[in-house]
């Protein structure tokens, strides 16, 4: 039997972590709860048990649903399939498993939930190498960047979500004393607050990145009280199976129901996620993938509260530099990493037809192309690099597309740079691709108007930098963009990059060069999607990514201890309630 | 021309109400920020104030729109046209000039942006009583309801939306310093963050209280940035003109553009609500009303957020009591109190078959219904108490649907007590109501299962007081309730009560009586309609009520204040930088 002591152990000994991430996501300063941590003794083997799991059954104890093989999963690297077995349920087995485990999990104590909460992410962070080759040989994702961006990155947004729906509820009162005299009769009251949870929560993930999205959303909801169905997409189920796995070991542990936590698997012949999305007892949805999913959820999804992360066209604007080199080998290496198969990746870049200003005079535009060219190939064509750097590229769907978006460039714009595989030095099957430059112009809008998913960009030659500044923020605006760049020297166009982006509800960097991909999105500093443009409407993380997720539901009878004056270290209060 | 100066002189001369506020909606103990005041020389001539209203325009300077006649607005109580004309704008111009007036309001600073606010609730309050004689003569509302209701409790609730507003706004930095190494490498950028509305905001009011919704969604959407259209009701507009009249008054003295809150006005001949909520310059919807308009708003708004509180068929559970008189004497208040055109009077009252347990022996079901009848009858019978208390009723549709409500239930069920007119003594004409008693089975469900609007209650006999609650509780659930009442001295049947109500999103009151109205919902306090349940979705108010109104919208540049380290008053921060 589970008494809540066992999760205030737990919330004692992570207490630090939390108090720390909790100063973090007000102070937005530079923190981490996981990097460059020692990594854990239960990481070791990592590799010998990726390898053990290759073809078994994956085991979740006590988990609805009978064990079926998930064809769809082939890792991008060996190009073999993965021959995993996942327990399978109907959503309706699932949603019966959540609801039935939300009513013991709603009793649990703030302080306990939060304690049990960081325990589930201190599991997973224990065997972050053992996640991050699940997340490569499904996602297609570099070792380094599973480790860090599917790892340490995706972690300290769980914790910072987590962190935020404690603070939100901590500042919900227990209870309260009232008093109010009507004539001469004092009327007193004990109030009582309990949050309430909507749940339960299907959070769908999507294929190439699911842990950024998943941790997040899974400790938003859990957090408020919230079951959770985790459905990733069915090419990518191994790391979210794995968390899943380690999450409710915890709850196992202190004698929670498991099935708080659970995994709904499918085929991509035969998908659910419209289903399970739309199934009456799913209260919660938290998407992450297409534009065109993210908008037919937001449009049919109606008994449930509904957040998303789509995507967006993300726009690059080029007005002037001191020097032309750091810039370009910016935008190559944020279009590069892992072959553009990301929500922040920059896709439009737009350049005034007179070139752009340099210190050293002006840069044309054609030789701004062949610079742009030559910095993608110098990460493109070095094999090592390239596997540093682009990973693999989760699905054959994303080829496809890119050669034919490359015959429709032909015919109107020049391809600069033809998307070529590069040969993996460790992987010979591995699925690769490098990027693909076409340059185009404004009118060319139906090429570059949506997000191109993998490594495509278009260098649009605009009439100036104004325009090029007010189609790419207006196209943020009406098209969606959950990132923007701009590198200018002239501080008043800044000025007016910074309002027009605002607007349009986009992320900006300005003039960002250097080490750090100019596309990286740090936890507890950086806000990421902002809900007021087409590419999505979850917040990482602000106070309305935890809202409408619970409720407060108050009882309220009258206060029979004798005498009693509401006690408060509020003076104003009461001074003023002798007036009331 | 404005400056923050003059916001920011009406924020210190409103602070120390604000920080009072702030602490109020944290404690959730008794305060209020205008009860108990006292009121100003301003108000002197209030009732001359008014007649020399009735039959001349209502001058709104500079607002869009061609002086038009309200031919709808009826005085309740004189039943004689007011005959007065406001500004009538299409709803292209009133989005065209709300859109106008967010771009400077949104660059206000949050301080000056909170002094304008209190300043405008500020002045409400000191017109309060002019205030008061233009809800009673639209709403049907007793002077005293005008003044409490309609007067300083709808001012708290908008105080305390403003203040949420305040404290969620004031959560997210300016700017922060953030660094981190990449290899040998640190990477240094500032961030400056800032808060972009969504807006504009359509503000729809109810005929009946429009003050008490409208406060809280003007301030919870000024405070974030939102220009505010209010829509009232066509028969139902003066209050709401006079509250844009005051807080245009405000925007204008400081140089500010006035259309920031602007008046929507039309005929029930030729409604516009459906336009102005799915204008596609509309970004967000407050809605009070029916639970069918409420229900078509959240089904087909799409381009818009939508915050909605329509309606409950609230219940009363009686299970055993002390003695049965101040129950029913709380009851029999609760329904009376404005003829029960409230959204949280008491509409369904489930009586166990076997009678109510008291401490003289069982109360039966009879003699409960007889004594419910008694106590209401000594309101709804004795003109000055009845007006006082019952007031008038708003509109004639409402006396047509008792009527044929009545038929309904003598085919079935049994009506214990006509809704019967009462003679108002100061008003001969006034359209008054008494409540209507119907005695019904579990089974006639049809009858009460909606909400009824206006004076009229079901006593539905259960065959125990354990299915009086579960279907109370269900109904609550799936239908809608706001409130619910429970009458038990049996401690394990209140907490199942509390347990089941919760579940069910319904605040609950538990064997309150006495002078305070038990469906008496207190600012700062009492935490309305919770969203779990289908009698809408707006919380006043929690933080579910402020987030989506407005984004936090990023920008970041490289840091190049030298040698500069980011200062910290969290040393765990820096310890943990140092790790990054």
């Known amino acids: 039997m589970y008494d809540d002591e066992s999760g205030s152990a737990f919330f004692r000994s992570h207490q630090e972590l939390l108090e720390a991430a909790r100063a973090a996501i007000r102070s937005r300063q530079s923190w981490s709860g996981y990097e460059g941590r020692v990594p854990s003794q239960d990481d070791h083997g990592a590799s010998a048990r990726f ?43 699932l949603v019966a498993a959540a609801r039935s485990a939300q009513a013991r999990w709603s ?57 935020l729906a404690y603070d939100q509820l901590a500042r919900v009162p227990n ?42 959303a899974v400790f938003a909801n859990v957090m408020t009280g919230n079951p959770v169905i985790i459905k990733p997409h069915p090419s990518s189920v191994l790391q979210m199976a794995f968390a899943v796995k380690l999450f409710r070991s915890v709850l196992t542990e202190v004698g929670l129901d498991a099935n708080l936590v659970t995994l709904c698997t499918d085929d991509l012949a035969a998908p659910v996620t419209q289903d399970l999305v739309t199934h009456p007892g799913v209260r919660i949805v938290d998407f992450t993938g297409s ?75 054609a030789e701004f192309c062949e610079r742009l060219v030559s910095a993608l190939q110098q990460v493109s064509t070095v094999p090592r690099r390239a596997a540093a750097v682009l990973g693999a590229v989760q699905c054959d769907r994303t080829l496809t597309e890119l050669a034919t978006l490359a015959d429709a460039v032909r015919g109107r714009g020049t391809v600069l740079l033809e998307s070529a595989p590069y040969a993996h030095p460790e992987f010979e099957q591995a699925r690769t691709a490098g990027p693909l430059v076409a340059l185009v112009n404004l009118d060319d809008r139906d090429l570059y108007e949506v997000e191109r998913f993998g490594p495509i960009v278009f260098v ?33 166009f800044i000025a007016r990059a910074e309002d027009a982006f605002a607007e349009a509800g986009a992320a900006l960097s ?71």
């Open 107 to 163: 009793q649990v104590g703030l302080e306990a939930r939060a304690g049990l909460c960081l325990e589930m992410l201190e599991r997973v962070f224990r065997r972050i190498r053992e996640s991050a080759l699940y997340a490569m040989h499904t996602t297609g994702q570099g070792l380094g960047m599973s480790v860090a961006g599917s790892g340490t990155n995706a972690l300290d947004r769980g914790l910072e979500a987590l962190a």
């Open 291 to 365: 534009a065109v999913f993210g908008s037919w959820i937001e449009q049919n999804v109606r008994q449930a509260i509904v957040f998303t992360e789509t995507s967006g066209a993300n726009p690059v604007v080029l007005h002037s530099v001191t020097d032309a080199d750091a810039p370009i080998k910016a935008i190559a290496g944020a279009v590069s990493l892992f072959s553009a198969q990301m929500c922040a990746a920059p896709q439009n870049i737009y350049v005034p037809a007179g070139g752009i200003r340099t210190d050293d005079g002006v840069l044309p535009v």
């Open 460 to 492: 649009i030659v605009s009439p100036d930098a104004e325009t090029a500044l007010a189609r790419a923020a207006g196209d943020a605006a009406s098209l969606g963009a959950i990132t923007s760049f701009v590198y200018a020297t002239d501080e008043p």
């Open 51 to 93: 390898a053990a799991q290759l073809g078994s059954p994956f085991e979740l104890v006590d988990h609805p649903g009978v064990m079926t093989l998930q064809t769809d999963e082939v890792s991008p690297y060996t190009r073999e399939a993965l021959g995993i077995s996942y327990p399978r349920a109907t959503v309706d087995e």
């Open 175 to 216: 209870e309260a004393r009232w008093a109010r005299h009507y004539g001469t009769v004092e009327v007193r009251l004990t109030k009582s607050y309990r949050t309430v949870s909507r749940g339960p929560a299907a959070v769908v993930a999507c294929a190439s990145f699911p842990a950024w999205n998943v941790y997040p």
């Open 510 to 580: 300005i003039n960002v060069t250097g080490p750090m991909p100019a596309s990286f999105s740090a936890a507890f500093s950086d806000y990421h999607v902002t809900g007021l443009n087409p590419a999505g409407t979850a917040t990482l993380s602000d106070d309305s990514f935890i809202t409408g997720r619970y409720a407060v539901v108050q009882s309220r009878r009258p206060d029979t201890t004798p005498t009693s004056r509401p006690t408060s270290t509020e003076p104003a209060l009461e001074a003023q309630e002798t007036h009331a």
